[in-house]
Structure formats: structure tokens, C-alpha cells
């Protein structure tokens, strides 16, 4: 149902309509396939609290998703969306628990402090020429540090906050319809999808991400700044790793400093399984979400069905594989 | 056609092509070329670009397969299917662009993939190898360090290691393309030493060119081809310049339209001074509204570089750009936009299209500020509209806006990027091989337009290498050789002959052609 709310918003990029629109129903079959086996083989997946408790598990890394995507599209990488989450929600912390500020201006700082990481990374990409890979690998480590120096190695607790763990945990959308209470956090990764696939296929800087991808020299040609473009894509991709931070610092009522490395992987994964290609020029938003539900579907799936975890990692494994290499067959087909 | 090969039949102990055709999708590439080449001479191959020199090569050296025609080396009827057959018969090649790897010794690059081994072919025999080379350079009488890295030799070194690597197949023909083209004058003489000291030793020598006194110092006879025909093999002793100029340019001018009268709007761009490398020296000129300006000259003269350099897509050395009079700074393709000077390049699909995208969002690319609602917000209904208003405009065939522009043809690519500029309001236009990949019907179709263009007052340098193109288009005419201007030409006068003698002098060569 969520899924076709996206795919109204998510319009057709033009000429990338019947490639992007296979492969969006691909990924989709084979969640909804997933599903169904589990369901059959799995007695308590499919009941109420096994459902939202996948939802809840998918909030971060699909907002993570998200932010991966608008980098993935516009050519580049970004390995440090994982620790840039823990950096903001650090820096959330400080900002609410250290210095007493209001809850408004914590949110605030988790997104500007995003925006201004993401900002340095696109910076040192689009004008050191360093490439993304190492740029974001470098600052992968760097914020983890920073987190790491700023909190003191502890965790910040939000107890003089008790609102804070409203955003992640209540349910709005239960005050509206009680036997459908969502968590937020849940609610918040389909509107940032949304928004994020508004900004892709609707804005300005979205036509910018798409060419940019596509291809940059053409783009430079064309008299367009793409070194600006590409800082702004960074940015608007770190703001969103911010939004991730509030997330789970919400859920776990804490800033976590030493959390947050992995998240990067999960994020890329879901990506490139929603179809989104790696070499940049083509992707969707509705992509990435299916991406990150299929993994988390997964995940559950056959934790419910008593595989063990160092099994489950290895079926993650393979289906990363094998997504990929179909989504490459069908490619070439077309 | 006489019977031109005739002249040396028989006498042609090395190598002999006879009737060899050749066709690509859509191209006659080589229709009854003929070649031979003796022992211990240096056989000039001539010819615009295009001429079909390069395919023959190919041929040659088993990269290309005829349709048909025979090939005969020493005496013997030759199958060359693949290149390591040719390298097996005695046939090396040197390329305009070497191909070393150079983190890798020479000697090291001369028997890459056939390393003497030792200790049961576990391990290279690096001694060997060493040794081996020493005296192959020992032979080319050259001072060149086997264990020396490729990469901290100079251009010219690293040419002599290609010559090595091929002498080390006893080859016993060896092809030189442009082999001169990154030497300079000492260099140059180093070479032709070699080179004579090769033909005493019984190698054949293919020598490709354009630089006419090259040929006159080494060459004992020349061959001209001319769209895919061998036209003529002369002695090179007695043949004068103009003779050979004049074969190669021999075609017909297909429909002789020449543009009329000049051109005398106002300037609209003028260059002083400009310097970016070596293909770019002291490059000056101006261009009117109105008006289109030729920039002739063989491949590699440095023409491209200049409307790069123009369009800051590369950095200037030095050099004022004045546009509608006003000094301005260039130093990025976003300045040159704003200032209204756009560039076409001839690789549309790289430097020209986002392919993916629509026909719409690549017309509109350069403008899509323009069409966003308070920058933010595209207004894609807006865009749509405007795009197809150039659709229609300018004829672009294409089912809808919404086409990806990867499935247009190449005419209509051209189109596409011809109209990015217009939405721009751009008005000073430089096409670079304007009607490259584009079929004989659609070019009719882009001179149109750019005279359509021109009479609208807009601007126009088109860089070309066809002379036919050039001449049909321009109302003046540049010429550049290797990386200056050797000479401007009034478009309806000029002819094919005087601007191919500018596009091959040489500055240093010039006074001694004039001389003879």
C-alpha cells in the first residue's frame, strides 16, 4: 500500500521509464515473494508485532538508503553515512543534554551538522579531486573519532528530554487510526523517501544528480557548476544522515558514540538491490526502499525460522549477489 | 584510374597488396588499394585523413580482414588473420601513439608476453632480456639503458623502444605512423639516421605523414591515396610538392555552392595571443557577426585545442578574448556560456549529450535554471513546451520530447545540442566537425543550418577537416599546422590545393619549400 503512494510521487524519468519500471517491479515481486514464503514457513512472521518490528528495524537504514541514493545517482559514494548518523546524533546530544537547549534546536543541529559534514566531504571531492571512495572512507574514520572525542567515549543520555523519544517511538499516525500505530520512525522513512524522490525527479538539483551521474563532462560543457551540484548532493545527503541520527538516538533514548560503522554497507546494499546503478545516471528512491525491506525481511524472516546468524549473514550475502546480477541481465535484455 | 601500381610491379620483393577492398557499415573504406614496398626503402604513404592510409595499415598488419585482393610477402601469398600472424611474417608496426607500459623497464616492454625464462619457466630470466636488448639498441645505434622505466624516458626514447620492440620480431617491414609528430628538430634528425641505417640493413620502411618536407629528406617514392584509392605511386626524387598536393586533394567539390560575398557584421569574438601547450601557440583571430569562419587543417593541428582553450573546458596559458569588443575572462565552459560562446564538440556522445536523458532535458541543459521555479521547483511542463518548439524549429526527428537522445540519429543528436545553445542565447558558436557520424542526407541538412544560423547573426567557426565542407561553409578560412596558424584564405576564392600547402608547412619548413 506504502509502495504505491511512492510510485505515484515517483514519476517516470522520462526515457528511463520501462528499464526503471521493470526493474522497480523485480525487486518488488521478489519482496512480496519473500514474504509469502515466510509467511508460509514462518508461524509468528506475518502477525502484527513481527510486521511493525521490521518496519521499525528498516527506518534507519532506509533513511540511510536514501541518503545513499542521491550520492549513488549523482556518480559518486559515500562510506561515512554510517558513523556521519552517530557524529549528529552526538552533536544532538550535546546540544540538548549538555547544553539544556530546546528540542527544536537539537533537531536543527543534527541536520545542520549533517549538511556540514557532507558539505566538507563534497568539498574535498569536487575541488582535491580526491575520489569519493577515499574521501568518504576518510571521513568514515573521521567522524567516528570526532564522535568518539566529543562524547568522551560515553553515551549521552536525553533524560532531561523526555520528548525526544516521541520522535522515533510514538505513533501518529495511531492517534488517527489506533489498530495501525506505526511507530514514527517508520513514518519518518516514507516521508523522506518521498521527499527525497520529489527532489530527484521534481527539482532542479535532482535534474542536476541525473546529469551529473549520467555524464559529468557533458554536464561541465554545458556551462553547469557541477563542483557546486556536487558539494549540495553531499550535503543534502549528510542533512539526511542527520535525520537517521535523530532516529536512533530517539529509539535508544541515547547518542551512541561507537555505533554507527556497517550502517554505510546495509545502506549500499539496499541501493544497489532497489536498482539503482553503482556508475551513477540511474536509480529510484521506491528502489532503495523495496532494497531495504527485502533485507530486513530477510534478516527476520530467517531469524523467525531459527537459521542461525552467521547463517543469515551468508544468505545476505548471496542475495546482494545475486540481486545485483539480475538486475544486470535484465540491463542487457533491454 | 591508370594503371598506376604498374610502375613497380615485379621489382617489389617485400610486400605486395593488389585489389583490396574493404567495407565497413555503411563505408567503401578501401576500394582496389594497391601498396608494395621494396627492401631497404622508405615508402612514403600519403593522404588526407579519411584517405584510407590507417585501414590499409590495418590490413596490413592483420587488425583489419579484406573483403577481397591478395597479399603477397616475399614473393609468397600471405593470410594475415590476426596481428600476431603479421608480427610472425616480419611486419612491425610503430603507432602514432606508442603503446608502453611505463612502470615497466624497457627491456621489459620489448619482450612483454615472450620473457626468457629460466629454472623451469618458473622465473623470467630478467638477465636475458637485458642482454637482449642492449643489442638491439647496440644495432640502432642508440644509448638506452635496458633497465631504465619507460615512463622517465622521453617521448622520443620511448619511440626508439617501440622500433627496438618491433626489430626484436626480425621484422623485416616496419610501419611508422607519424612518427615525427612529438619529436622535436634533434630528435627529428636522430630519427632519419636510424632510420637510413635500417634501409642499409634491408628493412623496408612504410613511412605515414603529412609533412610534406619529411618526405622530400627520406622518402625514395610516395603513394597517394585518395577515399579509399590508391591514386598514384611517383618516384620521390623529382616530384614536386605541389604535384603530391594536388593528388591528394584531386576530388571534385561535390556541388561547388560556395557561400557569397564576405561576411561584414561587427566582431563579435576576437582572440589576441592565446597559448595553451603545443598545439596552441600564439593563436589569433577574429570572427564577425554573420559571418562563419573556417578553421582548416589536419588532424592533430591543434584547432580542437584551441576552441577548448577558448571555452575555458581547458586552461589558457596566456591570451586575450575579447567578445562584442569587451575584454572578458574565460576561465571555465559556465564563464564562456554567460558570456554567450558555446563549443559543439565533435564527440556529441561524450562531451555533448547526457545520453540517458530525454531530447527535452538535454535541450534545455544549459538553461534548466530557467526553468525551475524559484530554482528549486522544475517546472517541466514549461520545458516540455519550449523543447518542442525546437523540435519543430529545427526538424529533430524524434517520436517525442521525452525520446532518449541515445536512440537518436546523429544528424538529430547534432540538432539536439545545436538547440541547448539557442535556448542559451548564445551567438558565438564553434563546431567542431560539425557533420561527424552524421549520414549524406543529414549534413545537407546541418550546412543549412548553420548558414541559417549565420544569416541570423550569429557567429560561427566550424572546425573541419573535410576541405569540401570547409569550402562550401566559409566566408574566411583559417588554417592551422601544428599548433599555429600558417595562413588565412578569402572563403569563396580559396581552393582545396592552397589550403592543404598551409595545413602541412611547417613554420621551420616554410622558407625552404619557397626556396626550391
Redesign the interface.
Known amino acids: 500500500m506504502t509502495n504505491t503512494v511512492l510510485e505515484q510521487v515517483a514519476p517516470s524519468r522520462?526515457?528511463?521509464f520501462t528499464i526503471a519500471a521493470l526493474q522497480k517491479a523485480v525487486a518488488f515481486v521478489a519482496l512480496i515473494a519473500l514474504i509469502a514464503f515466510f509467511g508460509v514457513s514462518a508461524p509468528n512472521f506475518l502477525t502484527g508485532i513481527n510486521l511493525v518490528g521490521i518496519l521499525q528495524a528498516t527506518a534507519v537504514s532506509g533513511v540511510l538508503g536514501v541518503a545513499s541514493t542521491f550520492v549513488i545517482i549523482s556518480g559518486g559514494i559515500d562510506l561515512s553515512v554510517g558513523t556521519l548518523m552517530t557524529f549528529c546524533a552526538v552533536m544532538c546530544g550535546v546540544v540538548l543534554t549538555n547544553w539544556g537547549m530546546p528540542m527544536a534546536v537539537g533537531v536543527v543541529a543534527a541536520l545542520a551538522f549533517g549538511a556540514l559534514a557532507g558539505a566538507v566531504s563534497g568539498l574535498i571531492i569536487a575541488k582535491l579531486k580526491v575520489p569519493p571512495f577515499i574521501a568518504t572512507l576518510g571521513m568514515m574514520l573521521l567522524l567516528k573519532g570526532l564522535a568518539l572525542v566529543i562524547a568522551q567515549d560515553k553515551p549521552i543520555y536525553f533524560n532531561d528530554t523526555p520528548n525526544f523519544s516521541l520522535i522515533s517511538n510514538d505513533s501518529l499516525i495511531g492517534y488517527v487510526l489506533p489498530n495501525f500505530a506505526i511507530p514514527n520512525g517508520v513514518l519518518i522513512l516514507f516521508l523522506a523517501a518521498i521527499a527525497g524522490s520529489i527532489v530527484l525527479n521534481?527539482?532542479?538539483?535532482?535534474?542536476?544528480i541525473?546529469?551529473l551521474g549520467?555524464?559529468e563532462?557533458?554536464?561541465?560543457?554545458?556551462?553547469?557548476?557541477t563542483d557546486f551540484w556536487k558539494v549540495v548532493t553531499y550535503a543534502l545527503s549528510g542533512s539526511v544522515c542527520g535525520i537517521a541520527g535523530l532516529i536512533i538516538a530517539s529509539r535508544l533514548n541515547s547518542a551512541q558514540p561507537a555505533l554507527g560503522q556497517g550502517y554505510e554497507l546495509e545502506a549500499i546494499a539496499a541501493v544497489v538491490i532497489g536498482g539503482t546503478s553503482l556508475s551513477g545516471?540511474?536509480g529510484t528512491m521506491l528502489g532503495t526502499i523495496i532494497g531495504a525491506f527485502i533485507m530486513s525481511v530477510l534478516t527476520n524472516g530467517l531469524r523467525i525460522m531459527g537459521v542461525a546468524q552467521e547463517w543469515q549473514i551468508v544468505v545476505t550475502g548471496v542475495i546482494i549477489i545475486v540481486a545485483v546480477y539480475v538486475d544486470m541481465l535484465l540491463r542487457r535484455q533491454s | 584510374m591508370a594503371e598506376a601500381g604498374a610502375v613497380s610491379a615485379g621489382t617489389a620483393d617485400l610486400i605486395e597488396m593488389r585489389r583490396i577492398e574493404k567495407h565497413f557499415p555503411g563505408v567503401h573504406a578501401l576500394r582496389d588499394a594497391r601498396f608494395d614496398l621494396r627492401r631497404g626503402e622508405v615508402h612514403a604513404l600519403m593522404g588526407e585523413n579519411g584517405a584510407g592510409k590507417s585501414t590499409l595499415m590495418k590490413v596490413l598488419t592483420g587488425v583489419n580482414q579484406p573483403d577481397s585482393g591478395e597479399i603477397l610477402i616475399e614473393g609468397g601469398p600471405a593470410s594475415l588473420p590476426n596481428p600476431r600472424a603479421a608480427q610472425a611474417l616480419g611486419i612491425g608496426i610503430i603507432h602514432q601513439e606508442l603503446h608502453l607500459m611505463s612502470h615497466l623497464s624497457a627491456a621489459q616492454n620489448i619482450f612483454i608476453g615472450r620473457e626468457p625464462r629460466r629454472l623451469f619457466g618458473w622465473f623470467t630470466d630478467e638477465a636475458r632480456a637485458n642482454a637482449e636488448a642492449a643489442a638491439l639498441f647496440r644495432r640502432m645505434k642508440v644509448d638506452i639503458d635496458p633497465k631504465t622505466e619507460v615512463g622517465h624516458m622521453t617521448v622520443a626514447r620511448q619511440q626508439l623502444v617501440e622500433i627496438a620492440k618491433a626489430l626484436s620480431f626480425n621484422s623485416k617491414a616496419l610501419i611508422m605512423d607519424e612518427p615525427t609528430s612529438a619529436l622535436n628538430e634533434t630528435e627529428v634528425e636522430h630519427l632519419f639516421a636510424i632510420i637510413e641505417d635500417l634501409k642499409r640493413q634491408g628493412v623496408g620502411i612504410v613511412y605515414i605523414t603529412h609533412k610534406m618536407d619529411e618526405v622530400k629528406r627520406i622518402a625514395d617514392r610516395i603513394t597517394v591515396m585518395r577515399d579509399g584509392q590508391t591514386i598514384e605511386t611517383l618516384p620521390a626524387a623529382g616530384t614536386p610538392i605541389s604535384k603530391i598536393i594536388s593528388l591528394m586533394v584531386g576530388r571534385e567539390l561535390a556541388d561547388a555552392a560556395r557561400p557569397e560575398g564576405r561576411a561584414d557584421g561587427e566582431e563579435a569574438l576576437r582572440v589576441e595571443g592565446l597559448n595553451r601547450g603545443p598545439m596552441v601557440r600564439d593563436v589569433s583571430f577574429t570572427v564577425r557577426k554573420g559571418e562563419i569562419l573556417g578553421f582548416a587543417g589536419l588532424m592533430g593541428a591543434g584547432r580542437t585545442e584551441v576552441a577548448r582553450a577558448i571555452f575555458g573546458a581547458d586552461r589558457k596559458e596566456s591570451g586575450d578574448i575579447y567578445v562584442h569588443g569587451r575584454k572578458r575572462r574565460i576561465d571555465s565552459p559556465a564563464d564562456a556560456v554567460r558570456h554567450g560562446v558555446a563549443y559543439l564538440s565533435e564527440d556529441r556522445k561524450r562531451f555533448g549529450l547526457v545520453t540517458p536523458m530525454s531530447v527535452g532535458d538535454n535541450m534545455t541543459m544549459a538553461s534548466w535554471p530557467r526553468f525551475a521555479l524559484a530554482r528549486v521547483l522544475m517546472r517541466d511542463a514549461a520545458l516540455r513546451r519550449t523543447s518542442k518548439e525546437y523540435v519543430n524549429l529545427l526538424k529533430v526527428k524524434t517520436p517525442s520530447v521525452d525520446q532518449e537522445t541515445r536512440l537518436l540519429s546523429g544528424g538529430n543528436q547534432q540538432k539536439v545540442v545545436i538547440a541547448k545553445w539557442l535556448l542559451r542565447d548564445c551567438d558565438i558558436l564553434f563546431f567542431d566537425e560539425p557533420t561527424r557520424g552524421i549520414d549524406v542526407g543529414a549534413k545537407a541538412e546541418i550546412y543549412k543550418l548553420l548558414q541559417g544560423l549565420a544569416e541570423q547573426g550569429k557567429a560561427i567557426v566550424v572546425i573541419s577537416s573535410e576541405l569540401p565542407e570547409v569550402l562550401r561553409l566559409s566566408h574566411r578560412i583559417v588554417v592551422m599546422c601544428e599548433g599555429r596558424i600558417t595562413g588565412e584564405l578569402d572563403g569563396p576564392t580559396a581552393t582545396q590545393e592552397a589550403i592543404m600547402t598551409l595545413a602541412t608547412q611547417r613554420a621551420a619548413a616554410a622558407n625552404r619549400l619557397e626556396a626550391q
Open positions: 522520462s526515457g528511463l521534481k527539482t532542479l538539483l535532482g535534474r542536476y541525473f546529469a549520467s555524464n563532462e557533458a554536464a561541465r560543457l554545458s556551462g553547469v557548476n545516471g540511474r
